[in-house]
């Protein structure tokens, strides 16, 4: 008796692990999707002007204050090409409040691949597996045109 409550125990046990590990596999798989980053070039197709590549710089990850304190200069993150397609959905958003930059994006309104522009501040949700863009977030505000307003 004792050995078959041993075996069910353990049963429950490895088998909330698994649970944890798989979510935790789940959040990573859906933050690896999600690309931040300033717009270096937008590329219109030939035949078609509201799909094209976007030439993408993303942001950089912050490091640990040891592993800074080594680098002289942080570096400015890697350059992706993103394809969009007629299904990709482009919309303008607002920039979050000063006190909440990690709060999500809110629903912004509908835009064109035409309203992309370079060093716009971006959010693209890809499609997994792939550099096929299925949401591309235009977020407007931010230093840039605040220093722009004051000038």
Same mark, same amino acid.
């Given at each position: 008796m004792s050995l078959l409550r041993s075996l069910v125990v353990?049963?429950?046990?490895?088998?909330?692990?698994?649970?944890?590990?798989?979510? #935790?596999?789940?959040?990573?798989?859906?933050?690896?999707g999600t690309i931040r980053g300033t717009v270096k070039e937008v590329t219109p197709d %030939?035949?078609?002007?509201?799909?094209? +590549?976007?030439t993408i710089q993303t942001v950089a990850k912050k490091? %640990?204050?040891?592993?800074?304190?080594?680098?002289?200069a942080a570096p400015a993150g890697e350059t992706k090409k993103i394809v969009?397609?007629?299904? +990709? #959905?482009?919309?303008?958003?607002?920039?979050?409040?000063?006190?909440?930059?990690?709060?999500?994006?809110?629903?912004g309104t509908s835009? #064109?691949?035409?309203?992309?522009?370079t060093n716009a501040n971006v959010v693209v949700t890809l499609k997994t597996g792939t550099d096929t863009a299925e949401k591309v977030q235009i977020v407007a505000?931010?230093?840039?045109a605040?220093?722009?307003k004051n000038q």
């Open positions: 353990c049963g429950l046990f490895f088998g909330l692990v698994g649970v944890a590990d798989a979510a #935790k596999a789940a959040k990573k798989q859906a933050a690896a %030939k035949d078609n002007k509201d799909v094209g +590549t976007l490091k %640990k204050k040891a592993a800074a304190a080594a680098a002289d969009i397609t007629k299904e +990709t #959905k482009i919309e303008k958003v607002d920039a979050p409040a000063k006190g909440q930059k990690k709060a999500p994006l809110a629903a835009a #064109k691949f035409s309203d992309l522009q505000g931010g230093k840039k605040k220093k722009a």
